[in-house]
């Protein structure tokens, strides 16, 4: 059974920073990235990565989110700096994995002005 286990989020003032985590336990050559959705927005692709382990983000967080992983604990990461009120969502990890989608639970981000 494939099981997403967020953790991170909060709420911070605007310009400061939070750390996402994502766990698959037991998932192996999966695809993780994280996307966001915000009241009355449609879900967003906020982080990923490409071929090769490059990344690949969303131009409204270019420069202060980083994607990570931890391949040995089967993990991703997103560590957000600068953040702003606009960057108020609900944060999903998303796993592709054997040609199926899967998500977590989503964690609460928010940013006060």
């Known amino acids: 059974q494939v099981r997403l286990v967020e953790s991170g989020g909060g709420l911070v003032q605007a310009g400061g920073s939070l750390r996402l985590s994502c766990a698959a336990p037991?998932?192996?050559?999966?695809?993780m990235d994280w996307y966001r959705q915000a009241p009355g927005k449609q879900r967003e692709l906020v982080a990923t990565?490409?071929?090769?382990?490059?990344?690949n983000y969303a131009d409204s967080v270019k420069g202060r989110f980083t994607i990570s992983s931890d391949n040995a604990k089967n993990t991703i990461n997103l560590q957000m700096n600068s953040l702003k009120p606009e960057d108020t969502a609900v944060y999903y990890c998303?796993?592709?994995?054997?040609?199926?989608?899967?998500w977590g639970q989503g964690t609460q981000v928010t940013v006060s002005s």
């Open positions: 037991g998932i192996i050559n999966g695809l």
């Open positions: 998303h796993l592709r994995f054997r040609l199926r989608d899967y």
């Open positions: 990565f490409t071929t090769g382990g490059n990344t």
